[in-house]
């Protein structure tokens, strides 16, 4: 986990706003507001990480509700599309969705055939090293 958040901090993309990492009251405000309780390396990953930029995919944040990646807007829309409820996008790639199980397992859902890929992650940070920072 610490490599990996090593490894972000340093593709992290200089912007002109840069975002601001949560803290663990902000988590409950988000998780009272998404009915579900964010599964604790989920959780470790957006109090670390979830200011972090880099490459193409934007995995979601939590301290700007105005921002395209705030959670509880991408979950509101995951779901809407055919996610099961249980679940919790981690990040939007096109009409797909990166989503974090309840015991932590990462998942692609494929809008296209409204399924769960086979491929899986073993965490966040698993996803994080295999997709995100070679996106």
Do not use: K
């Not at 944040?61 to 105005?66: A, I």
């Not at 979950?75 to 790639?93: E, K, L, T, Y």
């Amino acid at each position: 986990m610490e490599e990996i958040i090593e490894q972000l901090r340093e593709a992290n993309e200089p912007v002109p706003v840069p975002l601001e990492l949560p803290d663990e009251d902000l988590l409950v405000e988000i998780e009272e507001q998404l009915f579900i309780d964010i599964p604790f390396v989920f959780r470790e990953f957006l109090l670390t990480v979830s200011d972090v930029v880099y490459g193409s995919l934007e995995p979601v944040t939590v301290t700007d509700p105005q921002s395209h990646t705030y959670l509880p807007d991408v979950a509101a829309n995951a779901w809407d599309a055919g996610v099961d409820r249980s679940m919790i996008p981690i990040c939007q790639d096109g009409d797909d969705y990166y989503l974090v199980e309840e015991d932590g397992t990462v998942v692609l859902w494929q809008a296209d055939e409204e399924l769960i890929a086979e491929e899986t992650w073993e965490s966040v940070w698993h996803w994080a090293r295999d997709v995100w920072l070679e996106s």
